[in-house]
């Protein structure tokens, strides 16, 4: 870029980012991300390091934020309310301390804190004579607007201070720095009002908290969950000022202010840096927001000495994290199909960086959440990433929708196999229910031979698409088809390979009877419902001729999973899925279903629920005595229950059994129905 460029760059620059200022400090309303604005400030920084005579007294980098709205009246701050200069890996810190080092030798001997840096709204706090007599937002740095009612609401901001009767005697005049924030399950459990009244919900906490904050109805602030911790001590007339910034905090907490917790004492910059980056990796775990971490000078007047430079203290740095949430176009809207030919919508982007990574695509949840959240095709949407989690979409920005947004609808047909596809209703999800859906057979696969399913060692999703597109296996029982000459053409198999992975594919057919009905993909059906299955049923025999109302009668299966498993056994395609997975041996039993050894089957045709303790079975061994002897043993009370078995202490299903009059046996009844001499 040439100079004219360079230059023209740099006047755009000024504008765009104080038209930002505008929108997050008077506003409260930001169109772009914390990492945006940074992104923007830096590139400002560079080009007026390059043609410093451009630097113009208002150009943001000579201010601390925005403007001050003229809904409030102005409060001169005692001291510049100032802003810090941002570092964004180990390298930054330690530079920045060899840039203070030279100025003061001192500073490299220094010990330090590192804090949290809030994601809130800055306060700056007034008492008298212990007595809170006004409130300020930070505004311009130098000017701040006076909420001092609206702080009065807060539970966490002390009207007098000391709080406590054996509390340090208050200084004349104290002036402290805080931050208005609200935690994150508080911002949850808000937006979750919000929906039940069918009002509006709030975008992100920070701007929940500051437009609470700055609202001219302080009812409005009162019924909001605002929290406030204070960290610094601006200004104090007499009284002892503390010598360090851990001293300040501590003399903060005497108060009965609430303070950051787990602030770290560092004594070398190398400290720091692993302090920075154990914040980094907790943040997601703490109860409210943070975007960085605070480092600081312990030393109140070395830190001080070193002055200022443009609008940054020099004894501090902000460290700031990879953005967790940020602001991008919306290009597209995909479709992927799931293994039980679940559609789920995703976001298409224009790629943006967040939490450290390239982001491209986000989920969209569900249809329902786009139309919830009006979300169109060209969007401004904020996305989200913390940790190790999906990014998601949060929501459109409205204020900057474009006049090309395209609403969008969801899809007829399976974007996979093109057939029609369908909901249920009371549920959120759009289904394809053609089981020849290509999508759906290699989410199939992969989800029969997994560890948690039936665990067949060695056949990853690269070789179930291999296999697939091969040709090979067209649907789960195909892979019992599979010969050794078959295996050894596929590119990356020889004899030993192909041998392994074709015994444990017998061996497969060792595994239990719930995790084959796991296995198998039914909609609504996983470990814990499939366990239910094989107990109740405890052959796939009597699983495949269930009824809805059988189904019905089993605890914790519901109507829709209940019409889910009728459903998948009715399709004619899983019928002879069924047939040839039967036809290869892989048709496992409950273990005892059909009897021990040797043992007679008087128990046969009957089903039983247990209750209480029994003095000579534990709850397993009274279960597997009951299966042993051909019975069934259930979890439920139900009309078709044969009998209860009942202990000491029964629970509720004692109750049940005798309303709907269910034979009650007691240990030894049991035996004696059982055949067994008393």
Known sequence: MDAAKEKSRLE??????????????????????????????????????????LITPDSPSQRVGGGVSDR??????????????????????RSWLDRIAKLNPKVAASDFTVEPKLDGLTVVLHYRNGIFVQGATRGNGEIGEEVTRNLKTLQSLPLSIPVFQDGPAPPEYLVVRGEVFIDLEDFEELNRKQEELGEKVYQTPRNTAAGALRNLDSAVTAARPLRLLVYTIVTSEGSEVPESQLESLELLRAYGFSVPENIVHCLDIEEVVEACEAWGERRI????????????????????????????????????????EVTTELLDIGVNVGRTGVLTPYAILDAVEVGGVIVRQATL??????????????DRVRIKRAGDVIPYVKGPILEVRPESAVTYSPPDVCPACEEKVATIEGEVAWYCVNPACPAQLVRNLEHYVSRT??????????????????????????????????????????????????????????????????????????????????????????????TLEELIEIEGIGPNIAQAVV????????????????????????????????????????SFVVTGTLAGFSRKAVKDYIQERGGKVISAV????????????PGSKFAKAEQLGIPVLDEAGLRELAGEPL
């Open 453 to 546: 399913t039936l665990d067949i060692v060695g056949l990853g999703i690269k070789l179930v698409e291999q296999l697939v597109e091969q040709g090979l296996v067209k649907d789960v029982a195909d892979l019992y088809r599979l010969k050794r000459e078959d295996l050894i053409e596929l590119e990356g198999f020889g004899d030993k390979k192909a041998d392994n992975l074709l015994a444990a594919i017998e061996s497969s057919k060792q595994r239990p009877l719930s995790r084959f009905i796991f296995a198998l993909g039914i909609r609504g059906v996983g470990e814990v419902v499939g366990a239910e299955l094989a107990t109740f049923y405890c052959s796939m025999d009597r699983l495949a001729a269930t």
């Open 638 to 649: 139900s009309s078709k229950t044969s009998y209860l078995v009942s202990g000491e202490s």
């Open 285 to 324: 775990s703490l109860p409210y927001e943070i975007d960085g971490a605070v480092v600081k000078i312990n030393n109140i007047a070395m830190a001080d000495s070193l002055g200022i430079v443009g609008k940054d203290p020099r004894g501090a740095i902000a460290y700031k994290f990879p953005a967790q």
């Open 72 to 93: 409030f009246r102005k409060v001169q701050h005692p001291q510049p309310i100032l802003s810090l200069a941002n570092g964004f890996d180990a390298e930054d810190l």
């Open 567 to 606: 459903d998948w056994f009715a399709l004619p395609a899983n019928q002879n899925i069924l047939a040839k997975l039967k036809q290869s041996g892989m048709w496992p039993e409950l273990s005892g279903d059909s009897g021990a050894e040797g043992l007679p089957q008087p128990l046969e045709g009957l």
């Open 12 to 53: 755009e620059l000024i504008k765009i980012i104080q038209e930002h200022n505008h929108r997050y400090h008077v506003l409260d309303m930001p169109i772009i991300s914390d990492a945006e604005y940074d992104q923007l400030v830096a590139e400002l920084l560079q080009l007026e390091s390059k043609y410093p005579d």
């Open 365 to 378: 949840h569900n249809f329902d959440f786009i139309q919830d959240k009006d979300i169109r095709i060209h």
